[in-house]
């Protein structure tokens, strides 16, 4: 009996891919913002989280931001001054490689720089990652936050919890329904590199060390068509580049409009 051919399995988790849509609209869209907005910016992101990402975005409603592939945005600004959509947008493209996006603003470099220099959520660190500091659960009767509260803002581990931290390592017992430890367990090091088991004790006793933060770059200004490099480690305040070799200090007491 022939099989029917109403008979088919769905896959739920099957999506369509937008593939070359996606991107001829991200490339369209990055030409329109370059003629509407007055600022272009280069940013990177260190600690990547969507949701503080996100949060830029609410925070900047009248500003316009990319964050997806970099060559699709290196198209968009041109690679030469052959095919930029508006003159010396191409110089940017150098700036565009790891974890980069644009932003579009009418607000003016010093309002960006004192907006971004104020903007470093923590969150948690994942593995992979370099411990920024060094977490220690002391000897004795373990507490909910690992001893980084006083003892009288804490509380003590629930002891069903007990099995879990020996699951990764930490040598506790049980004594008369509390968790104990007969020595300090160093969770992590400053500077070494992050395993699975640490990034979950870390989190456990909520201790947060990853800071997102954005850093510029550069960035172009509409008027006069003029692309300011960023020197390295003075993004956040001090001294510009310019493409032309010249430099210009920045005023950090200029406040955000």
């Not at 603003?105 to 960006?112: D, H, T």
């Not at 411990?131 to 006083?150: D, Q």
């Not at 430890?181 to 590199?193: I, Q, S, W």
């Not at 020197?231 to 956040?236: I, S």
């Amino acid at each position: 009996m022939p099989r029917s051919k109403r008979a088919k399995v769905v896959h739920l988790s099957k999506v369509t891919k937008k593939g070359k849509e996606l991107t001829l609209k991200t490339y369209a869209n990055i030409q329109a913002c370059v003629a509407q907005y007055a600022y272009l910016y280069v940013f990177a992101v260190d600690n990547m989280r969507n949701t503080y990402l996100k949060d830029v975005r609410v925070q900047l409603s009248d500003s316009r931001l990319f964050f997806g592939k970099t060559k699709v945005m290196a198209a968009a600004l041109g690679r030469s001054a052959a095919d930029e959509p508006a003159p010396n947008t191409s110089q940017l493209t150098p700036h565009l490689s790891g974890t980069i996006g644009l932003l579009f603003s009418p607000r003016p470099p010093a309002a960006i720089r004192a907006y971004f220099a104020g903007f470093h959520p923590l969150d948690y660190a994942r593995a992979g990652t370099r411990a920024t500091r060094t977490f220690v659960l002391p000897a004795g009767v373990v507490s909910s936050r690992g001893g980084e509260v006083a003892a009288e803002e804490d509380v003590p581990l629930a002891h069903g919890v007990e099995p879990s931290l020996r699951k990764w390592g930490v040598p506790t017992r049980l004594v008369k329904g509390r968790v104990e430890l007969e020595n300090e367990y160093v969770v992590c090091r400053a500077g070494e590199v992050l395993g699975s088991g640490q990034t979950t004790l870390l989190k456990m006793f909520g201790v947060a060390t990853a800071e997102f933060g954005v850093e510029l770059r550069a960035y172009w200004v509409k008027e006069g068509a003029e692309v300011v490099v960023l020197t390295e480690g003075e993004a956040e305040g001090g001294r510009e580049v310019r493409e032309d070799g010249e430099e210009e200090l920045v005023d950090d007491d200029e406040m955000m409009e």
